[in-house]
């Protein structure tokens, strides 16, 4: 089993970025399918992000040209770069691992078995 820890969340203005990490202990970060979801008050958690073992990515149409999920198998982590946040980009943000995942199915939360904590993201316009 997995452990993971996201970190550098924050508050940041319209138009700014900010670079979300996981690390990942226990297991080794290479042999999942690792996703970004959020989750804003009152909503349902939602796929934001996800990249395969061997590297192909899928995004939302939210973070489709604004965000770029990357991973670092050797360090064993994930990165979610954001950038032109707007202030609906407000959310808690996880990071989920799945053993496997089917193409199309990658935002499905009930693939995934393992997830972090969250790390919040304020955006103010």
């Known amino acids: 089993q997995v452990q993971l820890v996201e970190s550098g969340g924050g508050s940041v203005q319209a138009g700014g970025s900010l670079r979300l990490s996981c690390t990942a202990t226990?297991?080794?970060?290479?042999?999942?399918?690792m996703s970004w979801f959020r989750q804003a008050p009152g909503k349902e958690r939602e796929g934001v992000a996800n990249?395969?073992?061997?590297?192909?990515?899928r995004y939302s149409d939210s973070a489709k040209d604004r965000f770029t999920i990357s991973r670092d198998d050797d360090k064993n982590t994930l990165s979610l770069q954001m950038n032109s946040l707007k202030p609906e980009d407000t959310a808690m943000y996880f990071c989920?691992?799945?053993?496997?995942?089917?193409?199309?199915?990658?935002?499905?939360?009930?693939?995934?078995?393992?997830w972090g904590q969250g790390t919040q993201v304020t955006v103010s316009s």
């Open positions: 226990g297991s080794a970060l290479s042999r999942y399918y």
């Open positions: 990249i395969t073992p061997r590297g192909r990515t």
């Open positions: 989920a691992a799945a053993d496997r995942v089917s193409y199309l199915l990658e935002f499905r939360t009930s693939n995934y078995n393992n």
